[in-house]
T-cell receptor, first 113, second 113 residues
Framework: DAMVIQNPRYQVTQFGKPVTLSCSQT?????MYWYQQKSSQAPKLLFH???????NEADTPDNFQSRRPNTSFCFLDIRSPGLGDAAMYLC????????????FGSGTRLTVV | RKEVEQDPGPFNVPEGATVAFNCTYS??????FFWYRQDCRKEPKLLMS?????NEDGRFTAQLNRASQYISLLIRDSKLSDSATYLC??????????????WGLGTSLAVNP
């Protein structure tokens, strides 16, 4: 089945130690998104790629970076995780039409110790 | 005031009940509208898009009132498996790279036996 796959499901990292989360898709969608979701909050958009064009949200900290080497893969790099970065990180894809909903991966739950 | 507002609930209803969720949005330029469902500690999943003429999918009916900037979701004959958080999502932009999904905080539903 076509889908969005995130690895790993659970990630524990040390305070300040760089960590990379990965996302792949078989839907051939041209738009990929990274969201951060904390408990009882709505998903918060960090950035998105429209094809190769990177779009950063104004309030996304510099600590968060992203790479999209090809259509299928997108990575989230957290350069120096802090305790406040512990959250669920969700990757999503969509087509580019206004009526497209998003397809989410299962998420990576990040714990910072 | 948040751009997308929902009653957070929780809504506690017995099996078989009909329950309605409301959502208001503040940006009149919003283009498309969605309801997502999110189970505890899982990713959001698209439940249905919301069209101007209203649309129905089995026990679920969505309505949009552009004049009042109001969206609703009606669930008939509630099942235990409907227990989840229901997120109202509004696309502020148009197609392509201008898409901007704005998420409500969600309404929590618990269906009781």
């Amino acid at each position: 089945d076509a889908m969005v796959i995130q690895n790993p499901r659970y990630q524990v990292t040390q305070f300040g130690k760089p960590v990379t989360l990965s996302c792949s898709q078989t839907l051939n969608h041209n738009v990929m998104y990274w969201y951060q979701q904390k408990s009882s909050q709505a998903p918060k958009l960090l950035f998105h790629y429209y094809d190769k064009d990177f779009n950063n949200e104004a309030d996304t900290p510099d600590n968060f970076q992203s790479r999209r080497p090809n259509t299928s893969f997108c990575f989230l790099d957290i350069r120096s995780p802090g305790l406040g970065d512990a959250a669920m990180y969700l990757c999503a894809t969509s087509g580019s039409g206004a009526g497209y909903g998003y397809t989410f991966g299962s998420g990576t739950r990040l714990t910072v110790v | 005031r948040k751009e997308v507002e929902q009653d957070p609930g929780p809504f506690n209803v017995p099996e078989g009940a009909t329950v309605a969720f409301n959502c208001t949005y503040s940006n009149s330029a919003s283009q498309s509208f969605f309801w997502y469902r999110q189970d505890c500690r899982k990713e959001p999943k698209l439940l249905m898009s919301v069209y101007s003429s209203g649309n129905e999918d089995g026990r679920f009916t969505a309505q949009l009132n552009r004049a009042s900037q109001y969206i609703s979701l009606l669930i008939r004959d509630s099942k235990l498996s409907d227990s989840a958080t229901y997120l109202c999502v509004v696309n502020r932009g148009n197609a392509g790279n201008n898409r901007k999904l704005i998420w409500g905080l969600g309404t929590s539903l618990a269906v009781n036996p």
